[in-house]
């Protein structure tokens, strides 16, 4: 036999002699303390504590209701804000000719036509030739 075997063995042995030696006692009832309590008082005061315990386990089923509510409002309003940044954000880049795609960021380019090309090089020409009219 090896040493733990042993052990494990004098171990079941010593258990067995304790349930033997001494047997099981029933434990004493609150009753048993206090023996000028009748059993109707007693029966109201199951009652009660029934009641009691209820309420108290409830209790705290509420607290956890009402905190997980909090935390899922605050997390709607969190969530909500930053839905309205984004959008506002990507409004005011779209009118900048900025855009936000899966490969980055592009810039696109104000497209003039010949028309717009031609009325701005004249309004330059204009200012131009009105400045030298009257600096001279």
């Known amino acids: 036999m090896t040493p733990r075997a042993i052990v494990c063995l004098s171990l079941q042995l010593i258990r067995e002699y304790l ?3 001494r047997p099981a006692q029933p ?7 206090f023996p000028q309590v009748s059993e109707s008082t007693t029966l109201i005061t ?6 009691g315990s209820a309420l108290s386990n409830l209790v705290p089923l509420i607290i956890l209701v009402l905190v997980v509510g909090v935390l899922a409002a ?16 990507r409004q005011k880049m779209e009118k900048r ?25 004249q309004k330059s020409v204009m200012t131009d030739r009105r400045s030298i009219l009257i600096d001279s």
């Open 74 to 89: 605050v997390g709607f309003v969190a969530y909500s804000i930053a839905n309205d940044v984004g959008s506002q954000t």
């Open 46 to 51: 199951k009652a009660k504590m029934a009641k």
């Open 97 to 121: 000719n900025i855009s936000f795609t899966k490969e980055g960021m592009k810039v696109g380019v104000k497209e003039k036509t010949a028309e717009q090309q031609t009325d701005s090089a």
């Open 27 to 33: 434990r004493p009832s609150l009753l048993s303390a």
């Open 19 to 21: 349930r033997v030696a």
